[in-house]
């Protein structure tokens, strides 16, 4: 495996547009696997946003093509708990927007220390109503992903707030440093697979429109959704451009700063 990329020296880096320093979230993400970014979505983008995820995910009141049930479990009706799409970005022009936007993408080149490619889009669909069925069991995204090295960046955007009602993400500081973390089935049919922590993760509660950024490899999941509303996000996710994606180079994906406008 290649070795992840360490933080360079951050003397040289420029304040963001939030005022706090590029050097200051590096050290925040590097020492945690975590960074909190406010404001990265205006009021009217949040609300743009959740009308294309309204979009995406439903077709006529059932789920549209490529959405994901990650509440499945083998052998039972489809729950619809916690859905999952990808790509949402290829057809449909605000999630495009975002991908375009030009502020995002030196931020997190900043973090990785150099070229970054778009690897997806995603959104999260948290329904109401439906308990505990809605948790998002503790994983490393790599887990799933097989990127080497491991040093890519989710751009996680709360489309409403998350809170602990609702199921905000939480992450264990600092598991990014732990490699590859062993994964089990938490139970028969689940789709998902868990990993073990012996320390707590730290629950992250943001407004609508703040950003948590975080490593692949740093483990997370969700409290389940207790509220009478979803909990949506939109997330964009970023790999260094030399990593390779299950053995092959990424060459099919494209860079990010080619798709900024
Ligand atoms: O939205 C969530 O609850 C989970 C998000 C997540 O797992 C991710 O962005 O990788």
């Known amino acids: 495996m290649t070795p992840s990329r360490q933080p360079a020296d951050a003397a040289d880096l420029t304040s963001t547009s939030t005022g706090a320093t590029a050097a200051a979230d590096r050290e925040a993400f590097w020492r945690d696997g975590v960074v909190r970014w406010d404001g990265v979505l205006t009021p ?5 946003l959740r009308i294309s995820v309204e979009k995406a995910f439903f077709s006529a009141g059932r789920p549209a093509e490529g959405v994901r049930d990650l509440s499945e479990r083998q052998g039972e009706p489809l729950d619809l708990a916690l859905l999952q799409k990808v790509d949402l970005w290829q057809s449909d022009a605000t999630c495009e927007a975002q991908v375009r936007r030009p502020d995002l993408v030196p ?5 990785l220390g150099g070229p970054v490619r778009l690897f997806r889009d995603h959104s999260f669909y948290k329904a109401a109503g439906k308990g505990e069925r809605s948790r998002l ?3 490393q995204d790599n887990r799933y992903w097989h990127l080497d090295p491991p040093d890519a960046v989710t751009v996680w955007m709360a489309l409403d707030d998350a809170t602990l009602e609702n199921g905000c993400v939480q992450y264990v500081h600092g598991s990014h440093r732990w490699g590859r973390v062993e994964h089990t089935r938490p139970e028969e049919g689940a789709v998902l ?4 922590s012996d320390q707590e993760p730290v629950a992250y509660p943001v407004p609508a429109g703040s950003a948590l950024v975080h490593h692949a490899n740093t483990l997370h999941g969700s409290g389940p959704n207790l509220t ?14 030399d990593a390779t994606v299950r053995g092959r180079p990424m060459t099919d994906f494209p860079l990010a700063a080619d798709l900024v406008k």
Not at 228 to 237: C, E, H, I, N, T
């Open 228 to 241: 009478s509303g979803p909990r949506r996000a939109y997330a964009l996710v970023f790999v260094r451009a």
């Open 193 to 196: 697979v868990e990993a073990h």
């Open 107 to 111: 931020r997190v080149e900043a973090l």
């Open 137 to 139: 069991v503790l994983h």
């Open 44 to 48: 009217q983008q949040v609300a743009d």
